[in-house]
């Protein structure tokens, strides 16, 4: 069994600045990706940011420049962080995992998501 646990969520101002964090824990064997989502009142969840087991990073236009993802060497920690922040990065933020498990199988693992308040 895999768990993924998010912290870091708070009330910040606009323009400050949070750091999240993904700890993915149990019957890991190798993470493939770790990927950051959010979901905002009344929207749809949507991607914000990932990382792969390769090093490499994507983002979402609308945090590009703003946010960064990293993680350690396994992958079994990611995190992001968030920089000029805007009232519209208000969201519940979820991390997920892609992950081989020592089963082995490959699986798909959600975080039970961490708050991110901003205030204009």
């Known amino acids: 069994q895999v768990r993924l646990v998010e912290s870091g969520g708070g009330l910040v101002q606009a323009g400050g600045s949070l750091s999240l964090s993904c700890a993915a824990s149990g019957s890991i064997f190798s993470v493939n990706t770790m990927t950051w989502y959010r979901q905002a009142p009344g929207k749809q969840r949507e991607w914000v940011a990932q990382?792969?087991?390769?090093?490499?990073?994507n983002y979402a236009d609308s945090v590009v420049g703003r946010f960064t993802i990293s993680g350690d060497n396994a992958l079994n920690t990611v995190y992001l962080q968030m920089n000029s922040l805007k009232p519209e990065d208000t969201a519940v933020y979820y991390c997920r995992g892609v992950i081989r498990t020592t089963t082995p199988q490959f699986g798909s693992y959600w975080g039970q998501g961490t708050q991110v308040t901003v205030s204009s």
């Open positions: 990382i792969a087991s390769s090093g490499s990073t």
